[in-house]
């Protein structure tokens, strides 16, 4: 199973910094908690793993590469629940994260920071470059994919969508992130719009009397909700 670095990592990434978490910068194979979700209908036809395949990797081609926002809830270990919202345009490399406390602007090579809700935007030295991954290639996305199953048919606002879980492995930096994903996708145009995530994160303390950064596995649920949406715009907040 080929391993790749692509946005979607880097958002949820983005989202980990903001949790004051660095999973984007350390790496370790974390254990799998596989989804407990209800095993499809009886009765209902199941696609096969070719198809299902195909509409997981065209789903997250779609948010590689076109305008998503996501509606983010996480949680860490025995934590309350944070909200967060993702805005993304990835072909001009934009970003847009808002969190519960901070605001964080990726544009024009730059990060802009609000690092409270009255606090004022300022421009810093983090790299932009940091926030994306390598964008990877349809043959890229459908490498990576482990196990692929059809989980069951449901509704989301009212719109039937088909539930796919996958398998898979991503890497950023150092990171090696190991997950399982469940996919909603709207049962007519294959559109993703909803993941929910089964991972663990890492949780990096210094330990500065020993000299070492030791690196602690973190459960981690994290929720989305995604829409595809060329309306999206980011701009920098500063003159």
């Known amino acids: 199973m080929k391993r790749i670095s692509s946005l979607l990592f880097w958002l949820v990434c983005s989202l980990f910094f903001a949790l004051g978490l660095t999973a984007c910068q350390s790496a370790a194979t974390p254990a799998l908690t596989v989804s407990t979700a209800a095993v499809p209908t009886s009765g209902l036809p199941t696609p096969g793993v070719n198809q299902m395949r195909q509409a997981i990797t065209n789903a997250l081609v779609a948010m590689n590469t076109q305008p998503t926002r996501l509606e983010i809830t ?20 934009r970003m847009h994260i808002i969190t519960q406390d901070a605001e964080t602007i990726v544009v024009g090579g730059r990060v802009y920071l609000k690092e409270n809700k009255t606090a004022p935007w300022r421009d810093s030295d983090l790299m932009a470059s940091s926030y994306f991954g390598t964008t990877p290639s349809a043959q890229d996305i459908l490498d990576s994919l482990g196990s692929v199953k ?42 993703p719009v909803k993941m929910v995530i089964d991972s663990e994160t890492i949780s990096v303390s210094d330990v500065a009397a ?12 994290t929720t989305m909700l995604i829409t595809l949406d060329p309306a999206i715009k980011i701009e920098s907040p500063l003159p």
Do not use: C, H
């Not at 020993?210 to 649920?221: D, I, M, N, Y």
């Open 74 to 93: 996480t949680t860490v270990k025995e934590n309350p629940p944070r909200q967060s919202t993702v805005e993304a345009i990835p072909a001009m490399l």
């Open 150 to 191: 059809f989980i069951r048919q449901d509704a989301l606002n009212g719109k039937p969508v088909v539930v796919y879980q996958y398998a898979s492995t991503t890497t950023a930096s150092e990171a090696t992130v190991n997950s399982q994903t469940e996919l909603w996708l709207d049962k007519t145009s294959l559109q």
């Open 210 to 221: 020993a000299g070492k950064t030791p690196a602690t596995p973190v459960k981690t649920l």
